[in-house]
T-cell receptor
């Protein structure tokens, strides 16, 4: 069990640029979640996948955000035309597909939009 | 009303004392409750999960759940400086989303 991994750990980009983040879940977990956390707040749910199917999307996820999990393993989160308000920690978590599936977080990707 | 509320400000406790954290939630149908620990600049780490009314103990941590009062708490016994962190209460909804409180900062004073 190597844990959830995320890449990159830090990203600095200029406003208007596109960025893409990757998440690799714990190998036997078939649910994968994306959250966003800003300073002083708890994480906010963005979206989640069961295998390759995207089952839930938050209203927070504007049209500039898109997430994929094409083969049911790793996932990518893309933000197009970044804005300064997108600056946050983007967290990925994974769990087993069971009612009590506990979610384990990766180290996060810290995005700074200048 | 926010889904998950953690209202207490920063909590300072002397080393060896008990730290007590509280959390209330709004969705009466919630069934799964979690406490995460988050060190500054790091990601949340799961430390406790609780699903039934009553107490659940794991080492120095005890989680307490009262579904009738929609209340979850976390006790940290024999607090250590390494327990200094922000503690996040999370509640899972019927769509597998976790709703988090803002967190409570705990400072253990040696």
């Amino acid at each position: 069990d190597t844990g959830v991994s995320q890449d990159p750990r830090h990203k600095i980009t200029k406003r208007g640029q596109n960025v893409t983040f990757r998440c690799d879940p714990i190998s036997e977990h078939n649910r994968l979640y994306w959250y966003r956390q800003t300073l002083g707040q708890g994480p906010e749910f963005l979206t989640y996948f069961q295998n390759e199917a995207q089952l839930e999307k938050s209203r927070l996820l504007s049209d500039r955000f898109s997430a994929e999990r094409p083969k049911g393993s790793f996932s990518t989160l893309e933000i197009q035309r970044t804005e300064q308000g997108d600056s946050a920690m983007y967290l990925c978590a994974s769990s087993r597909a069971e009612a009590r599936g506990e979610q384990y977080f990766g180290p996060g990707t810290r995005l700074t939009v200048t | 009303q926010k889904e998950v509320e953690q209202n207490s400000g920063p909590l300072s406790v002397p080393e060896g004392a008990i730290a007590s954290l509280n959390c209330t939630y709004s969705d009466r149908g919630s069934q799964s409750f979690f406490w995460y620990r988050q060190y500054s600049g790091k990601s949340p780490e799961l430390i406790m999960s609780i699903y039934s009314n009553g107490d659940k103990e794991d080492g120095r941590f005890t989680a307490q759940l009262n579904k009738a009062s929609q209340y979850v708490s976390l006790l940290i016994r024999d607090s250590q400086p390494s327990d200094s962190a922000t503690y996040l209460c999370a509640v899972k909804d019927g769509n597998n989303r976790l709703a988090f409180g803002k967190g409570n900062q705990v400072v253990v004073i040696p």
